[in-house]
């Protein structure tokens, strides 16, 4: 069974901070990872793709990932009050099931003015 | 960037009612479409997978015949809820992935489904 793990959290961190979310993924083979934000009672939104280790940066945003050590982690710098929000990590296995992506069950983040 | 139209946004209904979901790509061409729903405080579960042209992909537990999926062409699939009771009230979303099978899966904003 491929999974994808991370923290429930919430992880509480003051504004202007760096929020640091975490994911693992049992699949060794995985291939592409993304980050999704989804707010209360709304859709998930795309904010990160990954498919190459090391770092990628977008703005406040940094993807980070370790296939070695199946492991994908997203920072969010000079964190801000709407950041708050449930952040999910996903993954694209090589020829998954008709290239589902495995969602994590999200890590609810906090940010405290 | 890559836009999902899901429509309607909230539905209220009577028991026993059926729904149907649209879900659109504006600016791409899916060839696979997802259908998810999620309650309450709880993560997304995928329901099924919609190719173009054939039939859909239900996950274990979901009952085909009461959630009937069609997905006629490259921009769009739709969701029937056949006879819509309480217990199917929830958030449903859908979501598209670009025909370049790498790419990330867009997501619609969701139909709110409320049964009397």
């Known amino acids: 069974q491929k999974e994808v793990e991370q923290n429930s959290g919430p992880l509480s961190v003051p504004e202007g901070a760096i929020a640091s979310l975490n994911c693992t993924y049992s699949?060794?083979?995985?291939?592409?990872f993304f980050w999704y934000r989804q707010y209360s009672g709304k859709s998930p939104e795309l904010i990160m793709s990954?498919?190459?280790?090391g770092d990628k940066e977008d703005g406040r945003f940094t993807a980070q990932l370790n296939k070695a050590s199946q492991y994908v982690s997203l920072l969010i710098r000079d964190s801000q009050p709407s950041d708050s929000a449930t952040y999910l990590c996903?993954?694209?296995?090589?020829?998954?099931?008709?290239?589902?992506?495995?969602f994590g069950k999200g890590t609810k983040l906090s940010v405290k003015p | 960037g890559a836009v999902v139209s899901q429509h309607p946004s909230w539905v209220i209904c009577k028991s026993g009612t059926s729904v149907k979901i649209e879900c659109r790509s504006l600016?791409?061409?899916?060839?696979?479409m997802f259908w998810y729903r999620q309650f309450p405080k709880q993560s997304l579960m995928l329901m099924a997978t919609?190719?173009?042209?054939?039939?859909?992909?239900?996950e274990q537990g979901v009952e085909k015949d009461k959630f009937l999926i069609n997905h006629a062409s490259l921009t769009l699939s739709t969701l029937t809820v056949t006879s819509a009771h309480p217990e199917d009230s929830s958030f449903y979303i859908c979501?598209?992935?670009?025909?370049?099978?790498?790419?990330?899966?867009?997501f619609g904003d969701g139909t709110r489904l409320s049964i009397l």
């Open positions: 990954i498919y190459s280790n």
């Open positions: 996903a993954v694209r296995g090589y020829g998954g099931s008709q290239g589902n992506l495995i």
């Open positions: 979501s598209a992935r670009e025909l370049a099978r790498e790419g990330p899966q867009h």
């Open positions: 919609s190719n173009e042209g054939s039939k859909a992909t239900y």
């Open positions: 600016d791409f061409q899916a060839t696979t």
């Open positions: 699949d060794r083979v995985s291939q592409s």
